[in-house]
């Protein structure tokens, strides 16, 4: 698909749902919630968020074996993070490759040391909506959930697997390359050689345990600095959901509309009024986009300093 195709269908896709959504609140709400937030429940999310920032360069640092200093990757983390956000089809994921490019990385270093820190993103996740599942006896509508249990833990298997493929076995990858005549993707598989040590792996994993530990708190803080509460077992539920939705390649622009929309159908779900849910899911998400353009715009700053 073209990028002005991509952009139409994003575009589309957040102009549809914000649409429908808005319909369901008043704009004014929306505002007095925004107006009402807790200044220090504001700033403790943002500082949150700024360790959030930190626990990702370090977690760079080492699958990329300290061969950039931080204050080279803060700015990186910062402009990345936002690009993630805004760029539609998980396009912007891809922007620290080329930053790293630039930096003298090959694309398959940096393309190995994102695809690996995704995958141990994503298996921390899977395996918190399955804990919480599991234990949480009073959820409304459990079993539904429980249900889904099954389906969670083989997709959690795959991304295991998968990894234990791309670091045990990248030389049977690249022979199976290499009979379907792409071994022009090598390039790309090489670089897991250099990520097989147990020590990256094990403090890749604690790493990312602790930015998944964080960007719980943040999170939450901030949706009590917006006025709501929730149960801690629906919150990490509704955060799961969110973020393995957030994977998907189909999204709005900035994720306007699908954030929301995901938000709202989990939360109502669990038995919460409709216009509720799409407040929470529309005043968390802006505040969430000011903190990434904050610190997206130092790192551009930052950058623009060195090259």
Known sequence: MKKSHKFIVSFLISAILVYFLLKQINLSELYEVLLRVNPILLLG???????????????????????????????IICVHTLLKIIIPFRVGDLSIVYMLKKRNHSIGKGMSSLIVARIFDFVIIVFGFIIFTIFSSNLPNRDVFVKLIP??????????????????????????????????????????NDLKSRHVLFKTFFITLGIYFVSMIYTYILVLGVGFLLPLN???????????????????????????????????????????????????????ILFATILGLIGYILLEKTY
């Open 151 to 192: 389906y969670t833990v083989f997709f959690l298997l795959i991304l295991v697997f998968g990894l234990i493929i791309l670091l045990i076995s990248p030389d049977l990858i690249l022979k199976i390359l290499k009979k379907i005549k792409l071994e022009k993707l090598g390039g790309l598989i090489t670089p897991f």
């Open 234 to 288: 629906i919150y990490v539920i509704m955060i799961s959901i969110s973020a393995l939705s957030a994977a998907l390649p189909i999204n709005g622009i900035a994720g306007f509309g699908t954030v929301e929309a995901v938000i709202a159908l989990t939360l109502s779900y669990f038995g919460y009024a409709a216009s509720e849910a799409i407040l929470l899911g529309f005043s968390t998400h802006i505040i969430q």
């Open 45 to 75: 999310s943002f500082i949150l968020y700024i360790l959030l920032a930190l626990l990702r360069v370090f977690r760079f640092q080492v699958l990329l074996k300290k061969s950039l200093p931080s204050k080279t990757l803060f700015p």
